[in-house]
Nanobody, 122 residues
Framework: QVQLVESGGGLVQAGGSLRLSCAAS???????MGWFRQAPGKERQFVAA????????YDGDIVKGRFTIARDNAKNTVYLQMNRLEPEDTAVYYC????????????????WGQGTQVTVSS
């Protein structure tokens, strides 16, 4: 049984930083992982992904050079470092395991965490 647990969300002022963590268990951690986010009333959207070998993908319109995805295979954990946060980044952030297909597509993922809330105040 795959379990993903996100943490690290919270309330931060615009311009601040947060580091999200996603701890995985019950799964071969060498596979790809992704981060998505969902704001109230909006669809869940792709933010970033990292393959088992360390290749990375970002949604350029969202990230704008501010976010970095990384993984620590020894700790079965994927991170999303978010800098220069903006109020528009306010959302629930989810991590997910990649099964196949394009990394930026939601349909390419099959296990999801419960999410962690990120709120950026202006």
């Amino acid at each position: 049984q795959v379990q993903l647990v996100e943490s690290g969300g919270g309330l931060v002022q615009a311009g601040g930083s947060l580091r999200l963590s996603c701890a995985a268990s019950g799964w071969t951690f060498s596979m790809g992982m992704g981060w998505f986010r969902q704001a109230p009333g909006k669809e869940r959207q792709f933010v970033a992904a990292i393959s088992g070998s360390g290749g990375v993908w970002y949604d350029g319109d969202i990230v704008k050079g501010r976010f970095t995805i990384a993984r620590d295979n020894a700790k079965n954990t994927v991170y999303l470092q978010m800098n220069r946060l903006e109020p528009e980044d306010t959302a629930v952030y989810y991590c997910a395991t990649h099964k196949d297909g394009r990394y930026e597509r939601r349909e390419s993922y099959d296990n999801w965490g419960q999410g962690t809330q990120v709120t950026v105040s202006s």
